[in-house]
């Protein structure tokens, strides 16, 4: 496939913190995997130490959340890929704001799942905010690229 398709479906770059990384390397596994899946836990387990259980099942019930109130089928990139689609910035975007902007992510629930009632996963993403919060990392979106 030529580059410039390539940056067309991931047109997004990783992001830098190294938090935001595993959560969407969760994202993906559960994604692709289930919800359930081994290599999913192993990275909770290896990132956030012994408190993973509470922030790994907050994710769980995120990406269910989504895909509930979603309209539209979400896309991800496979969990090696070097970029992000849209949909995978918007996602972990929303985790990132939903404490600090809850408009904005909101909007980006809204635009993600083209649906307006977004509740449900916005509540998920605040908790998971604070569940990461409590274990010292709190997750923040860089404004530099």
């Known amino acids: 496939m030529p580059a410039a398709d390539r940056h067309c479906l991931m ?3 990783l992001p830098h913190e190294a938090d935001l990384r595993l959560v ?11 919800l359930q899946d081994s290599r999913a ?7 956030w130490r012994t408190p993973f259980r509470q ?17 539209r089928r979400i896309r991800f990139a496979p969990c090696c890929a070097q970029r992000m689609t849209l949909d995978e910035g918007r996602l972990i975007g929303v985790l990132a704001a939903a404490r600090s902007n809850p408009t904005c992510a909101v909007r980006h629930l ?3 799942c083209e649906s307006e009632e977004v509740s449900a996963p916005l509540s998920v993403a605040r908790l998971f905010g604070e569940a990461l919060e409590d274990l010292g990392r709190p997750l923040r979106l860089s404004s530099a690229e």
């Open 11 to 13: 047109p997004l770059p």
């Open 24 to 34: 969407l390397v969760i994202l993906r596994r559960m994604a692709a995997h289930g």
């Open 41 to 47: 836990v192993m990275l909770a387990l290896h990132g």
């Open 55 to 71: 922030p790994l099942t907050l994710l769980r019930a995120y990406l269910v959340e989504v895909a509930r109130a979603s309209h």
């Open 110 to 112: 809204a635009l993600l």
